[in-house]
């Protein structure tokens, strides 16, 4: 029972990490990032070099918010500027781009299955079962992943002109804000936390150079029915991903694996705003 | 006259023959082709041909009606799966070959069917018919996967029995199911049908307020791919005797993307050549190159998106256009060889207004909100035969809301309207367009890159229908569409697409797509922004004449006032979501209260 | 009458044959003008005329197919808005005009370049709507239709703007508010210099703030005068009625 519950906030923190970088996107920019999964891959790669050269286990995660970052600013410049006013060839783009890193990726690294050293690793003791002590981490980490990302968009001027920029993007350039900046800016930090929600997952999972790609789809869901919003996006991922757990414990692991894509198609019928909007 | 009718039927029988033709052509190449390739070529062919049939339906889904579609791949699996299950578990030949093609072709339509009727409702967006067709793959492989070996799980099914043909045979198979399925798509997208699918792909609301059923063409379209898509899984499976997951899979979804939009969407032959092309190259390079070739392809696939949204297959397209251009003058190299005539109406027409003894429109008690935000409240307008009634008030008065609450019956909040004594219900703006309404819009929204000819057939979808093979050559409208084709000249542009028309000709075309719907209450907003003096005065006497001799009720929006004292009967003020007078022109002009508003010195309309 | 003495090198705004609009079809036709420092010009006109599309031609949201703006004798014609706002323009809409979901503080933050300045300058608003001063941390949309426009207003002065464009501030608001708005833009006028471009339906206000006045027919401007002269009320009457 413990370990069922630890499994369905575990699991609802990383969908949570995970998805946050692909919503940032959504929100301000109204585009779907379909390189997400690829993006996550990038972070655990970059996980990889970090340890193997011999740095911190630590240090893997702002390492792959930096790559990630200075990526998405190139790939906005380059790849998304041309489709702002396409949003769905702006999704193919983002997928064929998604193909495009996955094969220099494999270029580089091969296609075989790498490691990374994890900065903490075995067993905690909590509510009198062992229970992996990073996934526990990961439960911290989103907590303080909301509340910084909470704090960005409403306590600094960045997150005014960001929120203004979603609002009423005329409305903000008739009032000096370069909506073209701010869309810069948030694709980097979309893309840091997709990178760095990568390095995050890889103590979990083996690296290859699909790895991200099983995330994509349910991050897709979850932030749509998220509504587009911070704590939607924490009720969706404890809701979707703690069914999801429920489902593979109880039914069938396979089931379980598509009750998050099942359940949102559902959800969006009835609510095509999602869970914050009425 | 008589010659112009004896070339038309000529050149509508061409077309048959000239598709024929090309087809026996194919077929007669698809058939020769075995002796001259090498085996392993033949074998990676007869894949890449039945790829070919899949990337066909994608182009229709996606290239020709905007259906941004990740799943079609669910179709090809599932017809695979029909036929491998069929024949690994319950038997084998001719009677059980007919048997699996037939589940193969239902299943995928049932399932399409399903999809569609939950993605195609009114007012769904773009986006979730696309997030539909994404878990539609990954649910049916977890579905595979669920199947043990029933299905065979992830490692899938093979070694059952199956018709061991020898490869030519097998690739004649496949070639004459893509030739057979390109020529029929070739003749579909030319013919009435076609232009109404790309209409849709252009500005689905617009089409919905002709009365077309878009969601119901939509779903049809979607079951139609799917089964064809079934029915190339189903030949696939049966000839390679090996089905896997990836099969039905996501990822064969994004290929077929991929091919269809390097080849070029909405061209049929664009996809087929990326299909085939794609696929081929890959499997000599997978053992050598496999993953520069992966890299070559998605960066070719970015670049196209970007810089040649139609494809590769638009620089060859665009070479031709600008070389058969090559000595016309602009409005001329935009003119497409129409052989379409107007013909007046027959049936029910316009007349029957004046003989109707029902009110056209009767409004009461309605109101909008948007949360908190009350738009309209308490509107009481009963609109009489004969009659144009302008709606005036300052911005935000909730003039455009009231045109939506009529035209479209999830819009209101409360009350009910009534057209010609049946109330709307919460009906779709396609069935509303049924009991008789037509609806202008403010912005001159027409279908871009249909022709003028296109644009009425498509306004008489709903009473004439539409062929699905061919172009019909004439257009029956009401007399007064026609009265205004002429006026504008129009009639004499019937080849032109409509983004080259002047802002006046585009207002009177959107006028004829209206009539032609034949309303008894027509709702215009702001038919005459942006036109010059005289242009107003033409539609000025049009109106008149709908009202005078057909005994329409024609609603009016607009701003320019002077024209409204000129042609209205009856003026309704707005303010602020209430009506604050309905009275004759003279009342109106006449009172302090609607100065006072106009002037900005009020702020609350009296209860 | 002070251009010609100043000459025009001097104006803040010079509108030269302006034309723009939407699809084909031109809304703002062939429109000339220009603002001196400290002077107030009215575009009055009815709904439709294009006194809207004129204010979106001139930041850069839509696009001007001849002609030219300049600010300051700088071109700006078809400039990026923001770049455009940050030159000191402020630019309040009639519509969609303040984030309503975002808090009164943070609709006034919006109008200064950097959040530091805004406490220097909340005076200016004090001075102006005290109302607004005390109803910082509620959000905007609550506010009452007048409680907005103070806040829009607002938004203009504190970022101390060399020209405010205004899209029709007295819509919707009570005499003694419509009263107040123009004691407001006059004060601001004559302390800081600020020159007010005012598109205006609404008759009496128009005439107690404008120092001279145009009238805007289908796009194109079909009279203009000096908003103090004694038939200028019979003259606007009779082209403005309904």
């Known amino acids: 029972m413990a370990t069922l519950l630890l499994d369905i906030v575990t699991t609802s923190s990383m969908l949570f990490i995970i998805a946050a970088g692909l919503m940032i996107i959504l929100g301000v920019m109204k585009l779907i990032n379909f390189a997400h999964g690829a993006f996550l891959t990038v972070g655990g790669y970059s996980a990889h070099v970090v340890t193997n050269a011999g740095f911190n286990a630590w240090l893997t995660i702002p390492a792959a918010a930096v790559v990630g970052f200075l990526l998405g600013i190139v790939v906005e410049r380059v790849i998304l500027r041309p489709l702002y006013d396409r949003p769905l060839d702006a999704i193919l783009a983002t997928w064929g781009l998604g193909i495009v890193i996955a094969q220099i990726i494999t270029f580089i690294f091969g296609r075989g299955v790498q490691f990374a050293e994890s900065p903490i690793s075995g067993t905690t003791d909590l509510l009198s079962v062992g229970y992996s002590s990073w996934r526990l981490v990961l439960v911290v980490v989103a907590l303080a992943l909301g509340a910084a990302l909470t704090a960005l968009l409403y306590y600094t001027r960045f997150g005014l002109n960001a929120r203004a920029v979603i609002m009423n993007e005329n409305l903000a350039r008739g009032l000096g804000i370069d909506s073209v900046r701010v869309r810069a800016v948030t694709f980097g930090l979309g893309a840091a936390l997709a990178c760095a929600a990568g390095a995050l997952i890889t103590p979990l999972l083996s690296i290859d150079p699909n790895m991200g790609l099983p995330w994509l789809v349910n991050s897709f869901m979850l932030v749509l029915v998220s509504g587009v919003a911070i704590p939607g996006l924490a009720l969706a991922s404890l809701l979707l991903g703690g069914a999801q757990v429920l489902v593979s414990t109880f039914v069938s692991p396979i089931i379980g694996g598509i009750t998050i894509v099942v359940l949102a198609a559902v959800i969006l019928r009835i609510r095509p705003g999602g869970l914050s909007r009425g | 006259m008589v010659d112009i009718a004896s070339e038309r039927a000529g050149r509508s029988l061409s077309s048959y023959w000239a598709t024929a033709i090309v087809a026996a052509l194919a077929l007669a190449v698809v058939v020769a082709a075995p002796h001259f390739l090498g085996i392993y070529l033949t074998n990676v062919m007869i894949r890449a041909l039945f790829l070919g049939v899949l990337a066909l339906t994608v182009d229709l889904v996606w290239g020709y009606t905007g259906i941004l579609t990740f799943g079609q791949s669910a179709f090809y699996g599932i017809g695979a799966y029909a036929c491998a299950l069929v024949f690994t578990h319950w038997g084998f030949g001719p009677g059980w070959f007919a048997a699996a093609l037939v589940i193969a072709i239902v299943s995928a339509a049932l399932v399409a069917w399903l999809v569609g009727l939950l993605s195609f409702y009114h007012g769904a967006s773009p986006l979730y018919s696309s997030i539909m067709t994404l878990a539609l793959p990954i649910v049916l492989v977890q579905i595979i996967f669920a199947g043990g070996t029933f299905t065979g799980s992830s490692s899938g099914l093979s070694g059952f029995p199956t018709y061991y043909w020898s490869l030519a045979t097998w690739f004649v198979i496949a070639g004459a199911l893509l030739v057979v399925v390109a020529a029929f798509a070739w003749l579909f997208v030319r013919g009435d049908f076609g232009r109404i699918l790309i209409a849709i792909r252009e500005n689905e609301d617009r089409c919905a307020y002709l009365g077309i059923p878009v969601s119901r063409i939509k779903t049809g379209l979607f079951v139609v791919c799917g089964a064809i898509g079934a029915v190339a899984g189903f030949g696939y499976a049966a000839f390679t005797d090996v089905v896997a997951p990836e099969l039905a899979g996501f990822l064969l979804g994004t290929e077929s993307l991929i091919w269809v939009a390097l080849g070029g969407r909405a061209t049929l032959i664009g996809p087929i050549l990326g299909a085939i092309g794609i696929d081929v190259t890959s499997s000599y390079l997978s053992g050598s190159l496999p993953f520069l070739w992966k890299f070559i392809v998605g960066v070719a696939f970015v670049v196209v998106i970007i810089l040649l949204p139609n494809g590769i297959a638009s620089l060859v397209t665009g070479a031709w256009r600008r070389y058969k251009r090559h000595g016309k003058d602009g409005a001329a190299a935009h003119m497409h060889r129409e052989t379409v005539t107007l013909v007046p109406a027959k049936g029910r027409g316009l007349e029957e207004n004046l003989a109707a003894d029902t009110s056209p429109i009767r409004i009461e008690a309605l109101t909008c909100r948007y949360g908190s935000l009350t738009v309209l409240d308490g509107i009481e307008v009963e609109g009489r035969r004969g009659e144009l009634l302008s709606i005036v008030g300052p911005n935000g008065a909730g003039k455009t809301t009231l045109m939506r609450c009529i035209s479209n019956g999830s819009e209101r909040s409360g009350g009910e309207v009534t057209i010609g004594g049946e109330t709307i219900g919460r009906k779709s703006p396609q069935k509303i367009v049924a009991l008789g309404v037509g609806r202008s819009f403010q912005n001159t929204s027409l279908f871009d890159s249909l022709t003028v000819g296109d644009c009425l057939r498509l306004a008489r979808y709903r009473i004439d229908g539409a062929r699905y093979f061919e172009r019909s050559d004439k257009v029956a409208l009401p007399e007064p569409a026609l009265d205004i084709l002429k006026a504008t000249g129009l009639d004499r542009q019937l080849g032109l697409e409509t983004r080259y028309l002047s802002h006046g000709m585009k207002r009177g075309l959107e006028l004829a797509m209206v009539l032609a719907t034949e309303p008894r209450v027509l709702l215009l907003d702001e038919p005459t922004a942006g036109l010059t003096k005289a242009e107003r005065t033409a539609i000025g006497s049009v109106l008149t004449r709908l009202v005078e001799d057909y005994g329409l009720c024609v609603f009016l929006i607009e701003h320019d006032l002077d024209f409204v004292r000129e042609i209205s009967s009856r003026i309704v003020v707005l303010h602020q979501g209430k009506m604050l007078l309905d009275g004759s022109v003279e009342e109106v002009v006449s009172s302090d209260l609607v100065k006072a508003v106009y002037s900005g010195q009020e702020t609350e309309a009296p209860a | ?242």
């Open chain 3, 1 to 242: 009458m002070s251009a010609l003495l100043n000459g025009s090198s001097h104006s803040v705004l010079e509108v030269a044959g302006l034309t723009s609009g939407y699809d084909a079809a031109p809304v703002v036709r062939d429109v000339s003008f220009s603002i001196d420092p400290g002077e107030i010009l009215v575009i009055l006109g009815k709904n439709g005329m294009g006194k809207s599309t004129l204010l979106k031609t001139i930041m850069g949201f839509v696009r001007a197919s001849s002609g030219t703006v300049a600010l300051d004798g700088a071109d700006i014609t078809n400039g990026p808005p923001h770049l455009i706002a940050r030159r000191a323009v402020a630019y309040t809409p009639q519509e969609y005009a303040i984030f309503q979901d975002l808090t009164v503080a943070e609709n006034l933050r919006l109008g200064v370049e950097s959040d530091d300045l805004l406490e220097d300058r909340m005076g200016d608003v004090e001075a102006a709507f005290p109302r607004i001063v005390e109803r910082l941390r509620q959000r905007a949309g609550t506010l009452s239709g007048g409680e907005q426009k103070m806040l829009l207003l607002s938004r203009g002065l504190i970022a101390r703007p060399k020209i405010m464009l205004i899209d029709e501030i007295s819509e919707g608001l009570q005499p003694t508010m419509v009263a107040k708005m123009a004691e407001v833009l006059k004060a601001t006028k004559q302390k800081n210099g600020v020159a007010v471009l005012l598109v205006e339906q609404n008759l009496p206000f128009a005439l107690s703030v404008a120092d001279r006045y145009a009238i805007l027919k289908i796009g194109e401007i079909v009279a203009r005068g000096d908003a103090a002269h004694a038939d200028t009320a019979a003259t606007l009457e009779e082209h403005l009625r309904i």
